[in-house]
Nanobody
Framework: QVQLVESGGGLVQPGGSLRLSCAVSGFTFSSYAMKWYRQPPGKEREAVAA????????NYANSVKGRFTISRDNAKNTVDLQMNSLKPEDTAVYYC?????????????WGRGTQVTVSS
């Protein structure tokens, strides 16, 4: 059974930082590209960062480029998202999933996500 468990969210002031982590089980993690997504209130879920299966190549949405960094540890089956210089518009529920690196969609049932709120 596939499990995706996101953690690390919270309330942070504008300009602050958070590090999200996603623990994965139930599939061969090292064989899949991974993505972080977010769903702001009242909006659709969007991909914000992607990393290849081996971790050598990453890609980011323009809205987070230069501020967010995705990384993975294939020995620990985890994928992280370091978020710096946070803005109020980064407020959302954040999710991880395995997905095609250059395509759309995701492979597995979504986890519960972790709430990130950026507010003064």
């Amino acid at each position: 059974q596939v499990q995706l468990v996101e953690s690390g969210g919270g309330l942070v002031q504008p300009g602050g930082s958070l590090r999200l982590s996603c623990a994965v089980s139930g599939f061969t993690f090292s064989s899949y590209a991974m993505k972080w997504y977010r769903q702001p209130p009242g909006k659709e879920r969007e991909a914000v960062a992607a990393i290849t299966s081996a971790g050598g190549v990453t890609n980011y949405a323009n809205s987070v480029k230069g501020r967010f960094t995705i990384s993975r540890d294939n020995a620990k089956n985890t994928v992280d998202l370091q978020m710096n210089s946070l803005k109020p518009e980064d407020t959302a529920v954040y999710y991880c999933n395995a997905a095609p690196y250059s395509g759309i969609g995701a492979y597995f049932t979504w986890g519960r996500g972790t709430q990130v709120t950026v507010s003064s």
